[in-house]
């Protein structure tokens, strides 16, 4: 699977700027160095299993518009993360990471496509690690309403991306709160973003990870694709 085929199957129409990100992470590196005076401490680490609802919407000024809703479940134990999202309604605009309703999930060095009608498609691109904030080279940017705010500028990666992704979480429980970016760098909530809520670190049912019997493998010549980014994600 080409890196171009398996960008444009991240991309909603019109594109979804986290989804941007996480094509992007196919081809860049983690764990380059910054210049910020704020480093990411090893405290930041997300729990080996957790579960949240969240909410996926679109910023502009501060307000939010599209925002499709869902739930996200992380084990590391099974090397697996599942995002299940749907439409606010009917005839909604695209939203992400599928454009339509359904599932993105990651097992074991792959990403599995799933939509709500059953079509699925996979991608070479692992569940995050739990340290990838700390790989990711990571800012701290500011506090705001005691939830430290963390920046990514994807050009220190690689030089051919543009953008910036940030993630917030609570300074004292470190519970994740937002996570989101835009394609210039114009600053927090601007954009996509995902919103956390009712976070809880516990495990989830196996069989919500399990991969569909009829999505493909993902091809043999695609395996590997991903080598450049698994400080922050599975490599399979």
Request: glycine share 10%; hydrophobic share 35%; charged share 15%.
């Amino acid at each position: 699977m080409p890196f171009a085929h398996a960008r444009r199957m991240l991309l909603p129409d019109p594109p979804s700027f986290i989804a941007l990100a996480f094509a992007g992470c196919l081809s860049l590196g983690c764990g380059a160095s910054s210049d910020g005076s704020d480093e990411v401490s090893s405290s930041a680490s997300w729990p080996e299993q957790w579960s949240a609802e969240i909410a996926w919407s679109d910023y502009t000024g501060g307000s939010k518009s599209n925002t499709w809703t869902g739930t996200v479940h992380f084990d590391w134990t099974l090397r697996a993360m599942r995002v299940d999202v749907t439409p606010p309604e009917p005839g909604a605009p695209p939203g992400p990471p599928i454009a339509e309703a359904g599932s993105m999930l990651m097992r074991e060095g792959a990403a599995y496509f799933v939509t709500q009608a059953g079509a699925c498609e996979p991608m070479p691109l692992g569940t995050p690690r739990p340290s990838w904030l700390l790989e990711s080279g990571a800012v701290q940017v500011g506090v705001e309403d005691g939830e430290a705010v963390w920046e990514v500028k994807l050009a220190e990666l690689d030089d051919e991306l543009d953008g910036c992704f940030y993630y917030s979480m609570s300074a004292a429980t470190k519970t994740p709160r937002f996570f989101g970016g835009n394609p210039d760098c114009s600053g927090w909530q601007e954009g996509s973003f995902v919103e956390y809520a009712n976070y809880e670190a516990r495990s989830a049912p196996e069989s919500l990870f399990e991969v569909p019997a009829n999505c493909p493998s993902v091809p043999t010549s695609a395996q590997g694709q991903n080598a450049a980014c698994t400080g922050c994600h599975d490599g399979g």
